[in-house]
C-alpha cells in the first residue's frame, strides 16, 4: 500500500509525470481536427468580419458624400425661400396690404 496513495478513503494508482501528460494532451487536442475546424471557422469569420466592415465604410462615404452634394444645397434653397415668402408677408403686412394667397403658402 506504499506505492499507492489514499485520499479521501479511495485508492488511487501513482501518476505519471505531471509535464509529459500535459504536453500529450495538448499536443493531441491542438491536433485535433475540431480544433483545427474551429480555427478554420474563427479565421473565415474574422475576414468575413473585417470584409463587411470595409465595404461598409465605403458605402457609407458614398451615401455621405452624395447626400452633401444633393440633399444639402436643395434644404438651403428651400430655407431660403421660406425667408423671402416669410419677408414678403412681412413687408405686406407693414404697408397694410392685406396677405395674397402666394405669401400665405
Same mark, same amino acid.
Given at each position: 500500500?506504499?506505492?499507492?496513495?489514499?485520499? =479521501? %478513503? +479511495? @485508492?488511487? &494508482?501513482?501518476?505519471? @509525470? *505531471?509535464?509529459?501528460?500535459?504536453?500529450?494532451?495538448?499536443?493531441?487536442?491542438?491536433?485535433?481536427?475540431?480544433?483545427?475546424? %474551429?480555427?478554420?471557422?474563427?479565421?473565415?469569420?474574422?475576414? +468575413?468580419?473585417?470584409? !463587411?466592415?470595409? @465595404?461598409? =465604410?465605403? *458605402? *457609407?462615404?458614398?451615401? =455621405?458624400?452624395?447626400? !452633401?452634394?444633393? +440633399? +444639402?444645397?436643395?434644404?438651403?434653397?428651400?430655407?431660403?425661400?421660406?425667408?423671402?415668402?416669410?419677408?414678403? !408677408?412681412?413687408? *405686406?403686412? !407693414?404697408? =397694410?396690404? &392685406?396677405?395674397?394667397?402666394?405669401?400665405?403658402?
Amino acid at each position: 500500500m506504499a506505492a499507492q496513495t489514499r485520499r =479521501g %478513503g +479511495v @485508492s488511487l &494508482p501513482e501518476r505519471r @509525470s *505531471a509535464s509529459k501528460l500535459d504536453s500529450s494532451i495538448l499536443a493531441r487536442i491542438s491536433s485535433s481536427p475540431i480544433v483545427s475546424r %474551429g480555427k478554420q471557422a474563427a479565421w473565415d469569420a474574422t475576414f +468575413v468580419s473585417k470584409k !463587411l466592415l470595409r @465595404s461598409t =465604410g465605403k *458605402a *457609407a462615404w458614398i451615401a =455621405g458624400t452624395t447626400f !452633401l452634394i444633393l +440633399v +444639402v444645397p436643395l434644404i438651403i434653397e428651400m430655407d431660403r425661400e421660406q425667408q423671402f415668402n416669410e419677408l414678403e !408677408l412681412q413687408q *405686406a403686412s !407693414l404697408l =397694410g396690404a &392685406p396677405p395674397t394667397a402666394s405669401a400665405l403658402k
